[in-house]
T-cell receptor, first 114, second 116 residues
């Protein structure tokens, strides 16, 4: 099993540009989570999908952020327009059920907005 | 509001020593307490976890101690090795207000360095 696959691993973009982060969950997992990690705030849950449906997006910081899960094997997190304060490492995680006890994390995407 | 407070922020231990990381929580609805280990450039990985009806759980060199009345729990790494050098996160899990989902709350992490 390849685990949770995120792309790109690193992204550098200019302020104002659109950024799309991608995630392929572990096959068979039906829950998917997007997290953001910064030194100041640690790991924060942005949004959680169950069976491709967004269940909890209360962690999405503002309207510039949006996430989709068009099918069970793919999810995107989009930032438009991007700002320097969005610079962080974004992690995707998946689990077999909504029970986060068995969640597996991807390697993350390091986003730098200049 | 930070619901899980973790300390210290960083820790340096000599090889063979004991590493101790502490966490405290506020929400009494939390019912599962995992620890994650994160190496540079990698995502967090589940290391060990405990439920509040147990006071201690041991897996190899890693032990969680849990004090329900004090709402505190800690990770002990015995015979610490340079390969244990990583960032460690405590976390807590509880049903959200809707009662149908789990929401994991992380501490801010502890950077552990084990010197050879």
């Amino acid at each position: 099993d390849a685990g949770v696959i995120q792309s790109p691993r690193h992204e550098v973009t200019e302020m104002g540009q659109e950024v799309t982060l991608r995630c392929k969950p572990i096959s068979g997992h039906n829950s998917l989570f997007w997290y953001r990690q910064t030194m100041m705030r640690g790991l924060e849950l942005l949004i959680y999908f169950n069976n491709n449906v967004p269940i909890d997006d209360s962690g999405m910081p503002e309207d510039r952020f949006s996430a989709k899960m068009p099918n069970a094997s793919f999810s995107t997190l989009k930032i438009q327009p991007s700002e320097p304060r969005d610079s962080a490492v974004y992690f995707c995680a998946s689990s077999l059920t909504a029970n986060l006890r068995w969640a597996f994390f991807g390697q993350g995407t390091r986003l730098t907005v200049v | 509001q930070q619901q899980v407070k973790q300390s210290p922020q960083s820790l340096i231990v000599q090889k063979g020593g004991i590493s101790i990381i502490n966490c405290a929580y506020e929400n009494t609805a939390f019912d599962y307490f995992p620890w994650y280990q994160q190496f540079p450039g990698k995502g967090p990985a589940l290391l060990i976890a405990i439920r509040p009806d147990v006071s201690e759980k041991k897996e190899g060199r890693f032990t969680i101690s849990f004090n329900k009345s004090a709402k505190q729990f800690s990770l002990h790494i015995m015979d610490s090795q340079p390969g244990d050098s990583a960032t460690y996160f405590c976390a807590a899990l509880a049903l959200n207000s809707g009662g149908s989902n789990y929401k994991l709350t992380f501490g801010k992490g502890t950077l552990l360095t084990v010197n050879p």
